[in-house]
């Protein structure tokens, strides 16, 4: 099966699509992906790419990459987002196709974070193979935008909403990544089929036994560690506010790996507070991560409280659970529930720092074999719903079946 990813985003930045397309490969696929320059998170172009370079580029797995121009992010202002946006839709859509002339594909795979309008480009190339489109819907459009505040004018997120209607509809599979995604993809999207298709967990952690030492080391005790992106929708103001709570409790320590939009505020309100119980070691490879967090001892996940967030599962709770260390969920909704079933953790509302306080001194008092049971718990849960092998295997079979004209 020949199967085009096209992605906004990919190697070698770091998305779950990486791992997804190797995961694929080992599955016997013919790979090829059509992506932009690598420029996220930091808004610059990598070393060794050009903003408007364009070709193929061997992958070391053997796979072809195909990239085209694109405006980088720069800061992260909407000016500049919107033109990194823009600007990858038009070159894949007008280089993609001189690009990939005379390749023939079976489906082409959109990859779709925010933002969905990455998939137009795929409509036009799947038309013209021809191919069945397959659409892996991370995001709510044109919710997501409502949420984080991107956009609040009720006549453009109007206009957005016809836009992903139109995307939706010339799919032939929409796949969504949470099961609350179900129902208001499906409202949009009229007769196409929409499943649930959940990220897998992240590859590193199969090779654990082989790492060498840590990158990060932690400091002996009770270590909350919180790994990923430092952003808008991580509540990470409701963190802050429950480890000033936390205070009195000298060996408790929250650790904050990663970088993004806040990371600067972050320091700042570190520094303001006083809150000598917060770490903030910066961004590390994927890699480096597993190690990393097999030393906590608990993982925390937050987000913000809105209808949206409820409805997703971050990814960074399939890592969690495959790290095999008790889960702390400050969100509502899906993400929780995926803890509560697990047995793997506790759970506590969005942004109340009082509850996320307390749910840090309730793990801290459990004793050591009920905190591995619910380490193991999760590992048993992931490996039952995420591993990247059989998630790989599932995803073959959807696009079998819409190949062979099947819902």
């Known amino acids: 099966m020949r199967v085009l ?3 906004q985003y990919f ?62 992010r720069g800061r992260g ?32 795979f959109v990859y779709a974070p925010s933002p969905i309008i990455q998939a137009i480009p795929a409509v036009w190339l799947a038309f013209l193979k021809p191919a069945k489109l397959v659409t892996w819907v991370q995001d709510l459009w044109p919710q997501s935008l409502e949420a984080t505040g991107f956009v609040r004018n009720r006549r453009v997120l109007g206009m957005v909403a016809v836009l992903v209607r139109w995307i939706y509809r010339r799919c032939d599979l929409l ?29 590193a952690f199969s090779k654990l036994q082989s790492l060498g030492p840590p990158a990060l080391l932690l400091a002996p005790g009770f270590n909350v560690v919180f790994a990923g992106n430092l952003g808008t929708v991580q509540a990470l103001g409701t963190v802050l506010d429950a480890a000033e709570l936390l205070l009195p409790h000298t060996d408790v320590r929250i650790v904050l790996v990663g970088s993004g939009s806040r990371s600067k505020w972050l320091q700042q309100e570190v520094t303001r507070r006083g809150l000598s119980n917060v770490q903030l070691p910066g961004r590390y490879v994927p890699e480096a991560m597993p190690g990393i967090l097999v030393q906590a001892s608990a993982l925390l996940v937050s987000l913000t409280r809105s209808p949206i967030m409820s409805q997703t599962v971050p990814s960074k709770i399939q890592a969690y659970l495959a790290a095999g260390k008790p889960i702390i969920a400050s969100l509502d909704g899906e993400g929780a529930r995926a803890i509560e079933e ?66």
């Open 5 to 7: 990813v096209l992605s």
């Open 11 to 72: 190697w070698p930045e770091s998305f779950r699509i990486n791992e997804v397309v190797e995961s694929l490969v080992c599955e016997g696929c013919d790979i090829t992906v059509l992506t932009g320059q690598p420029n996220y998170p930091h808004g610059e172009i990598f070393d060794g790419y050009h903003a408007g370079g364009f070709g193929p580029q061997q992958h070391e797995l053997g796979y072809k990459i195909y990239r085209v121009p694109i405006v980088s």
């Open 175 to 203: 796949l969504v990544q949470s099961e609350a995604f179900i129902t208001p993809v499906q409202a949009m999207a009229g007769k196409t089929s929409v499943k649930y298709h959940p990220n897998p967990g992240e590859l």
């Open 342 to 407: 697990s047995g793997a953790g506790v759970s506590c509302s969005a942004e109340d720092a009082a509850a996320l306080a307390a749910a840090v001194l309730r793990l801290r008092a459990l004793p050591a074999d009920e905190l591995k049971r619910m380490g193991e718990a999760g590992q048993i849960y992931y490996k039952q719903h995420f591993d990247p092998a059989m998630l790989a295997t599932k995803l073959m079979h959807h696009f079998s079946l819409v190949l062979a004209g099947r819902k």
């Open 77 to 108: 202002g909407a000016i500049g987002l919107t033109a990194n946006y823009f600007s990858f839709v038009l070159s894949a859509g007008v280089l993609g196709p001189w690009l990939l002339r005379k390749q023939h594909f079976d489906v082409v």
